[in-house]
């Protein structure tokens, strides 16, 4: 069955510093979606991107965040300088329109 | 802005008996999932619920959805260990973007 992949699983980077999270979506999926968990705390909405243009992003989502689908394929985030309140684990999800399949999580942690 | 509450956020429950799990939203929404997470996981899809009055079943968890009243229900009948989970419900908006609940810590005792 196919599935939403992320890499890394783990990312340590230190505050300022630049990280790009990776996704790759079921490919017949044309939704696209970053949503990030706070340890203990429930899921939150970061971006949704649709035919190639962000269609909806939350306040979290201020300058520092960034996303493209550079290649067709991937998916990705990109955090330019990284803050010790970005340390969460960050889910991309894909949907062809009827259903959001979440990919494993990438655990991003801010030293 | 779509608010999603859901209660309680703790439960512990011993093996064996029935409880249920609420999730009340503010506005009209056509979708309502309901996920399951274990410690450090993913999120792992149980329930997507479309309409109302519709009601999905899976071993011994059950959800329903109630569109006026703007309400879901997931009902685990007999629990056992396995259970043991963070639950959230998420519902999605014009935008088709999940707001998710609170999520409700989920023990089984033996």
């Known amino acids: 069955e196919p599935e939403v992949t992320q890499t890394p699983s783990h990312q340590v980077t230190q505050m300022g510093q630049e990280v790009i999270l990776r996704c790759v979506p079921i490919s017949n999926h044309l939704y696209f979606y970053w949503y990030r968990q706070i340890l203990g705390q429930k899921v939150e909405f970061l971006v949704s991107?649709?035919?190639?243009?962000?269609?909806?992003k939350s306040e979290i989502f201020d300058d520092q965040f960034s996303v493209e689908r550079p290649d067709g394929s991937n998916f990705t985030l990109k955090i330019r300088s990284t803050k010790l309140e970005d340390s969460a684990m960050y889910f991309c999800?894909?949907?062809?329109?009827?259903?959001?399949?979440f990919g494993p999580g990438t655990r991003l942690t801010v030293t | 802005e779509l608010k999603v509450e859901q209660n309680p956020l703790f439960l512990s429950m011993q093996e064996g008996k029935n409880y249920t799990i609420y999730c009340n939203y503010s506005t009209t929404s056509d979708r309502l999932y309901w996920y399951r997470q274990d410690p450090g996981k993913s999120l792992e899809s149980l329930f997507v619920?479309?309409?109302?009055?519709a009601v999905k079943q899976e071993g011994r968890l059950m959800a329903s959805l109630d569109t006026k009243a703007r309400l879901s229900t997931l009902h685990i009948t007999a629990a056992v260990h396995d259970l043991s989970a963070t639950y959230f419900c998420?519902?999605?908006?014009?935008?088709?973007?999940?707001?998710f609940g609170t999520g409700t810590r989920l023990t089984i005792i033996p």
């Open positions: 619920l479309l309409s109302n009055g």
């Open positions: 991107f649709y035919n190639n243009e962000i269609s909806e």
């Open positions: 998420a519902v999605e908006d014009e935008y088709e973007k999940l707001t």
């Open positions: 999800a894909s949907d062809r329109g009827y259903e959001q399949y």
